[in-house]
């Protein structure tokens, strides 16, 4: 597939949920990086992955992470943060996501995890996503 359909494809995926969850902007363009540069010819696997997660995380919310690949992230600071695994050939993708407090989901963070640097992927995130989470708190209480 190439780039501008590929990019069109995963807009109307990011449309048909944009109703039920929020996608911090930076996400948008990490995942959007990730599907034009990293895939290479994978996207229709990944696409059918992320859409599987996106119907799962509609259905389940804060039991998101029973999910085989899902986590919950313990280590990461002020309440439940968690990662969801969208994997195919050529990409480990993560998205860290958070419930707000009527339980609709917030996109965060996007990221390939590569083979082996589990810790030290999570890790360099943890005040990125917390200052993103803010971000959206704050851009909602003044809507």
């Not at 948008?28 to 696997?45: Q, Y």
């Not at 439940?80 to 407090?101: A, C, M, P, Q």
Request: aromatic letters at 12%; charged letters at 35%; one cysteine or more.
């Amino acid at each position: 597939m190439n780039k501008k359909k590929a990019l069109e494809q995963l807009m109307k995926f990011i449309e048909e949920y944009e109703d039920d969850f929020i996608f911090h902007d930076i996400f948008l363009e990490e995942l959007i990086r990730m599907v034009t540069s990293e895939l290479a010819g994978n996207e229709k696997p990944f696409f059918k992955q992320l859409v599987k997660q996106f119907k799962f995380i509609n259905s389940q919310r804060k039991n998101v992470h029973m999910a085989n690949g899902n986590e919950l992230l313990k280590e990461f600071p002020n309440g439940d943060w968690y990662s969801i695994h969208v994997e195919t050939k050529t990409v480990n993708g993560r998205l860290i996501i958070r419930f707000l407090d009527n339980l609709q989901p917030v996109f965060l963070v996007c990221f390939n995890e590569k083979s082996g640097k589990r810790i030290s992927e999570y890790e360099q995130y943890k005040d990125i996503v917390v200052k993103r989470f803010e971000e959206v708190k704050e851009e909602l209480s003044n809507e």
